[in-house]
């Protein structure tokens, strides 16, 4: 195992870079995210995966919650912080981000950037309970989401449909939304009884995603049968932090959680988590 200490910080995102695949940028905090500053490191590491080399790092004035690569040009990132902000950086010139989104109220916990080619919109969602569309080439939001009455802890893009996005939320909604319709979700699924703190789309089925509850519970839901889910993951013995879907095969996806493990699972075989590794202390 390959490790990479962010000294003085605390992690809270990692996300490999779509275009340069020995790349990985890193959002970190101080003190939890409770004070001081953020950083955002970009590291690489060698083909055999047993180095890594810290090449930039970046810094904001409060603590980085999430980062999301651009897919259209391999030098810029966005990141969102603590002090209800959106940034985008352009690692070739490390020392300020190129642009600031100031709209938000509270935190912005999660950030996301459109996966196919043609249109270059960002989310970004907010402790302030809303979800916001921005051009990355200006610096007011598009629109503004407003359909969950808690905090939003993230919006997810769906990679089929360019007009699509998924947001979940402290209110325990997982919601649908068309971009051209912001006034109300088109699906509405009372997905967890707690706080819902991630979702991520299947990349082989667009009907198809998962969600990570504070209860410990991974659930897997279909929009064409909304009442219940397809798939449930009950290995996780604290909140789920994080979710992700393969990008390899369809029924793999990877969970981080507060029992500081991190799981891989294979839902289309088994319950069960395949692997389970407990390599962190927080």
């Given at each position: 195992?390959?490790?990479?200490?962010?000294?003085?910080?605390?992690?809270?995102?990692?996300?490999?870079?779509?275009?340069?695949?020995?790349?990985?940028?890193?959002?970190?905090?101080?003190?939890?995210?409770?004070?001081?500053?953020?950083?955002?490191?970009?590291?690489?590491?060698?083909?055999?995966?047993?180095?890594?080399?810290?090449?930039?790092?970046?810094?904001?004035?409060?603590?980085?919650?999430?980062?999301?690569?651009?897919?259209?040009?391999?030098?810029?990132?966005?990141?969102?912080?603590?002090?209800?902000?959106?940034?985008?950086?352009?690692?070739?010139?490390?020392?300020?981000?190129?642009r600031t989104f100031n709209e938000h109220k509270k935190e912005v916990c999660g950030v996301d950037w459109c996966q196919n080619s043609i249109d270059?919109?960002?989310?970004?969602?907010?402790?302030?309970?809303?979800?916001?569309?921005?051009?990355?080439?200006?610096?007011?939001?598009?629109?503004?989401?407003?359909?969950?009455?808690?905090?939003?802890?993230?919006?997810?893009?769906?990679?089929?449909?360019?007009?699509?996005?998924?947001?979940?939320?402290?209110?325990?909604?997982?919601?649908?939304?068309?971009?051209?319709?912001?006034?109300?979700?088109?699906?509405?699924?009372?997905?967890?009884?707690?706080?819902?703190?991630?979702?991520?789309?299947?990349?082989?089925?667009?009907?198809?995603?998962?969600?990570?509850?504070?209860?410990?519970?991974?659930?897997?839901?279909?929009?064409?049968?909304?009442?219940?889910?397809?798939?449930?993951?009950?290995?996780?013995?604290?909140?789920?932090?994080?979710?992700?879907?393969?990008?390899?095969?369809?029924?793999?996806?990877?969970?981080?959680?507060?029992?500081?493990?991190?799981?891989?699972?294979?839902?289309?075989?088994?319950?069960?988590?395949?692997?389970?590794?407990?390599?962190?202390?927080?």
């Amino acid at each position: 195992m390959t490790t990479f200490k962010t000294e003085n910080r605390h992690g809270y995102s990692v996300k490999f870079s779509p275009n340069r695949s020995n790349f990985l940028a890193i959002a970190t905090s101080q003190y939890y995210g409770f004070k001081g500053g953020g950083t955002l490191f970009l590291v690489t590491y060698d083909e055999d995966r047993c180095l890594i080399n810290k090449k930039y790092e970046m810094h904001w004035d409060d603590g980085l919650f999430d980062v999301v690569w651009s897919r259209s040009v391999y030098s810029l990132l966005v990141t969102g912080s603590g002090d209800g902000t959106v940034q985008m950086w352009n690692y070739k010139y490390p020392q300020k981000p190129v642009r600031t989104f100031n709209e938000h109220k509270k935190e912005v916990c999660g950030v996301d950037w459109c996966q196919n080619s043609i249109d270059d919109f960002l989310l970004s969602a907010s402790w302030d309970c809303s979800v916001k569309l921005w051009d990355p080439n200006k610096y007011c939001s598009l629109t503004t989401y407003k359909g969950h009455d808690r905090l939003v802890y993230e919006a997810k893009w769906s990679p089929f449909l360019s007009s699509c996005f998924a947001s979940v939320s402290g209110d325990g909604m997982l919601n649908i939304w068309d971009c051209s319709s912001p006034l109300r979700p088109s699906v509405k699924i009372n997905a967890h009884q707690a706080e819902i703190l991630s979702c991520s789309w299947n990349q082989f089925y667009p009907f198809v995603l998962a969600t990570g509850g504070a209860e410990g519970l991974i659930r897997i839901w279909d929009m064409r049968k909304m009442l219940t889910p397809i798939f449930q993951l009950e290995g996780c013995q604290d909140a789920v932090k994080r979710v992700q879907c393969s990008p390899h095969h369809w029924s793999t996806l990877v969970s981080a959680s507060y029992d500081c493990t991190t799981k891989i699972w294979d839902y289309g075989v088994s319950s069960e988590p395949r692997q389970s590794h407990q390599n962190h202390t927080d």
